[in-house]
């Protein structure tokens, strides 16, 4: 990630800034405040502001006056029990607004959540910069053989080198023509003198664009409560998502750790280290606990399902 | 509006604690904050956190690194811009948490408005105060005679009384019940020796409180961005909302002023004191401009709307 | 529940109405369209209008042109990973209409589902009627002394009895009061020549029924998507749910088993009777398996988590 | 837009299938129901189903048991009054859900309305059609020098056609792209004796299609309620609109017609012809009927606000 002149000299003037304030306010979070942290080989996450902490999710769940209890170890307790139970509005009440680069295709993931608030950098205002996604040779993965949606093993390096080639070259000339459509493509026409003068124009943006790949970067502000943002990460923090949003949901847990510490270690053992068993799961772990054999075909349970439960208590299906 | 001790001393004790922050701060509204806005007899809303300001909504329109634009002249102009364009987005990165106590039948009008966060208390959990609203003389009012869907002239004087008296006296007996419902009812029950003894209990809060009338004040915390809070106050702050909410959103527009004055300022000019001419409406303004006479019956237009243009252009129906 | 006889006039003619459609139609909910299924003690829900089938959401899954697969077991399997793996948009292609009466209090409770569209009754613009809520005598419990929210040990009989005379009386006094409040007051005023003359008016409508209580019965128009009534369930056909608003939910699964029956299976399997783990429960139970014997103290969880952990397992705690 | 015979025929199955049902039905709708309603070059919109129409908007405004009104007229004037006074709820009791083929940069637009639900095809389970959009040469316009967003005069005729030739190159080469990188690349690993043999794999999908350009053809379920179509609508059908989504928003308004024709009707009127006049416009538009010369420097509009009011009045600026 490079980041102009300009841009590292407005994000200083931010950072140096500091004012007073009644409102919670949480000094990790600070910390790192208007820096962009690197993801992706061009992207970034930036915070940008934060509402609430920790204290402000009992805050709201007890609808008080002040800031509720002063002990960490009922504040802890409380929160638990509001994530154990899925009691989600008091989460609601943290906000995060983010700045974020990412490619394309990443950003249609993303925007799949739609209880967010978004603002795009515009194509058919502004052009955009040559910036694309190329993926690391490690990560590029011929397509999964036991699952339709996903990648599998990682390519021999010859053939990755020849892959990322390929991406690159594609890119690169579909910036070539964009970059070409943009400039003037005819003479100004001739003045009328009934009108004013008017300067030869390339293609319009909002069409040059059409040219660009999936990959290439885009910018957005992104601004979310706290338990959609949870529900986001369940979601694309998992396994099953794809590497490259992975790899935001990641920065996004980084930050909710410096941010809402109690909340952060609440939803890891609760949503994402947790596991929700069926109706049918429950009595196979009942069986298995009051020590009768239980196989794939006296489970009761699709295939399916009873390779992903072996899998969560950790056995051979 | 009458606070206890002890939040009076939780209250200030969050306004005597600052702390420095990076985050865009508005000195105006830190001025306010914590402290409760009385509305109505009973009723408050307290500001308890807000993100981003006037040049947050620009920094957002542009997607920039820094804060936008230096000039103030040229952040109003954008904001006026999105404001008229109903480029709904960029308002939306501003972000607004209040404590609000309010009469129920307010609350129920209020929860109409969906895209906010909302934490009540729960007469589930915790046993109401004896607080409900009583309409001060003059505001209590006869049913609209032109209008099915509120109130008209003011009652007279004496009638007005009479009327304050049946309302208490209904709440006053309401409370009563719930009071004496809330107590044992009955003696506890024998200890039977294989079980913790029982303390007798009283009839469950959540069915005691059916009994209460609607008048009952309760309290959440509301959370909501810039732009649904216009369109609430677009609705709720117009002279066809009850009187009641109509005191809350007025409040409500003054916390704005402090909060985002140049949206607050466009918001006054383009929604509250706009209008919208439909395209018949927009026929009759063109025929007066031209100087041409027209009436209800040569406008094409519906009694109702002919009536309400009359009154947005100032002139005699 | 009683019906006035125009009402049931009313809904006989609209049953009696059939036409073709070419869109996917349920048989088995045809039979109830209309149809006011009773709730409690003059409460009703009412389908009014549906949109798709189980085979619309397989549908949707593929985005197919034709109606997906034509066996219905593999539309189960498809429907049962969507539901395991919490894939809701194929839920959200499916959509119900109904016509709920309802006691205030649960309206209350009902409303703070925000993904759902509503029309109330308007007693603002209306009168209400004298019906409350007044619950069965075997329904009135004291307040639980384990759960701070929530109902325990039924009442005593007699204590029964005059609770609910209590209720009743109070109800009575509230709805006497609303009555004689819309009355007019005062002998209209002389005619003054210069306006037109008016009728005596009693106390708005939207100041009357602030006396009323919240076990006052209201009306709505509900409509809301198959994915978001399931998350409505999980939380309302719950045991935590008060019972009140429990009856509807219950009443809302039936609905759902002649509407989608392999959805409505599903969500059984997955989500009613399933059971959400967190890493230290899934610990427990691995440990269980293994044949080591865990207690509250050795298990790492806090104390109610232990016991909900057992409950789910049906072992003693 | 060409569709597959087994396309085709999946049609052609759905539209033969007729059955009785008790539902609201709009027979003007049914008839085009399934059918794909050509847009762009390969895109088109399907109805695939319909909840409500214009009845069902006047039942749930007044929460009646049968159909509410019985004449037209009444009907219409309730309808005309809720569009009017932006009484959106009873709009939202009617539902639509389209399927969609459309290009990916127009997909962007449109998925920016969040109140909707939507299922897209999945690029990363599935391949991609060699499909992707190129616009008519008189569609091919030069940047606009007036607006920084939008486009201007059309090109002239030789440098669209190379314009399109420019596009449809770097689109081919795309495709041809992912085409080869989908291929199996290196030759099968060796079977080992302890797993199954794995065939050859080419590049993961969800990586390949990252090189396809924004103008590829993506496909996708889509539903909303009529309120918020309409605001769609009041957005994408506008002349700011980006042209190619406004071909879309356009078969939507002929769709609405055939749907609720007073709906749109009154969309029409007060939404889509109507305008709205700012605190200051107001006053110009008095001042212009009052016969008093306004300019745009005696207006105390800005620049931009008097040219777009003038516009309105059909006046010279």
Not at 133 to 162: C, F, H, I, K
Not at 168 to 194: H, I, M, Q, S
Request: glycine share 6%; hydrophobic share 40%.
């Amino acid at each position: 990630m490079t980041l102009s002149a300009a841009d590292r000299r407005e994000i200083d003037d931010l950072r140096a800034d500091r004012t007073l304030t009644r409102r919670a306010t949480v000094p990790a979070l600070e910390e790192i405040l208007y820096e962009p942290l690197p993801v992706l080989d061009h992207g970034f996450i930036r915070v940008i502001d934060y509402m609430g902490d920790d204290r402000a999710v009992v805050q709201a769940a007890r609808v008080s006056y002040g800031r509720g209890t002063r002990r960490v170890s009922e504040d802890a307790a409380l929160i638990r029990y509001l994530m154990r139970h899925r009691h989600s509005s008091p989460f609601e009440m943290c906000e995060i607004k983010l700045h974020v680069k990412l490619p394309i295709f990443v950003a249609r993931q993303w925007i799949r959540h739609r209880t967010a608030n978004v603002n795009e950098y515009s194509a058919r205002y502004s052009i955009l910069d040559r910036e694309f996604y190329l993926p690391e040779p490690d990560m590029l993965a011929g397509q999964s053989t036991v699952n339709r949606q996903g990648r599998g093993e990682a390519l021999p390096t010859a053939a990755a080198a020849e892959v990322r080639d390929r991406l690159r070259a594609t890119a690169e000339a579909a910036f070539d023509a964009y970059d070409e459509l943009l400039v003037p493509l005819a003479p100004a026409p001739e003045p009328t003198g009934d009108g004013p003068e008017t300067d030869p124009v390339g293609l319009a943006r909002e069409l040059a664009r059409i040219t660009l790949p999936l990959s290439t970067y885009t910018q957005w502000y992104w601004k979310i409560d706290l338990h959609n943002l949870f529900h986001f990460l369940s979601l694309r923090a998992d396994r099953h998502a794809q590497y490259e949003i992975r790899a935001y949901a990641e920065r996004l847990l980084e930050i909710i750790e410096r941010w809402v510490p109690l909340c952060a270690a609440a939803f890891r053992d609760y949503r994402r280290s947790g596991v929700t068993l069926s109706a049918g799961g429950l009595e196979v772990v009942r069986r298995l606990i009051a020590g009768e054999p239980v196989t794939a075909e006296t489970s009761g349970l699709g295939r399916r399902e009873w390779r992903e439960l072996m899998a969560a208590l950790g056995r051979q299906p």
